[in-house]
């Protein structure tokens, strides 16, 4: 489902900590860095509500272009970039396989939406709509 990351955008506070402090993430290819540090910097200060494109190529089409960027270290959000640079054997196969074969990668990303789709969720005392996706919600005691 990364794959998906082929189209949309993504503040630049989302991805801001991989491009700024003494060390830059070394996995981003150097052009890349410097194109989005421009985008995301006003002087010396990070613009959190910039948007950066998920897919530079083709940053509107639904395809597979996004492992492309990923061999090339034109990952934008670090969890899709680490599959490839500092994943396991078995991502980076991936990442290679869906490169090459666009086809496969609609067909099992439909599967794996699908799939998805399907889970149940939980609801009522069971479950809780999260204020923040990042965070449960904290219960205080009344």
Known sequence: LSGAHTIGKARCATFSS?????QPDSTIQTEYLTSL???????????N???????LVTPAAFDNQYYANLR???GLLKTDQVLYSN?????????EFYNQHQSKFFENFKKSMIKMGNIKPLT???????????????????
């Open 87 to 95: 994943g396991t054997e078995t991502t980076r196969e991936l990442v």
């Open 37 to 47: 540090q421009q985008l995301c910097t006003q002087g010396f200060v990070i613009n």
């Open 49 to 55: 509500d910039t948007l950066a494109p998920l897919d």
């Open 72 to 74: 090339s270290g034109e």
């Open 18 to 22: 991989r491009l700024m402090g003494v």
């Open 124 to 142: 009522g005392t069971s479950g809780e709509i999260r204020r923040n996706c990042r965070s449960i919600n904290s219960h205080s005691s009344a």
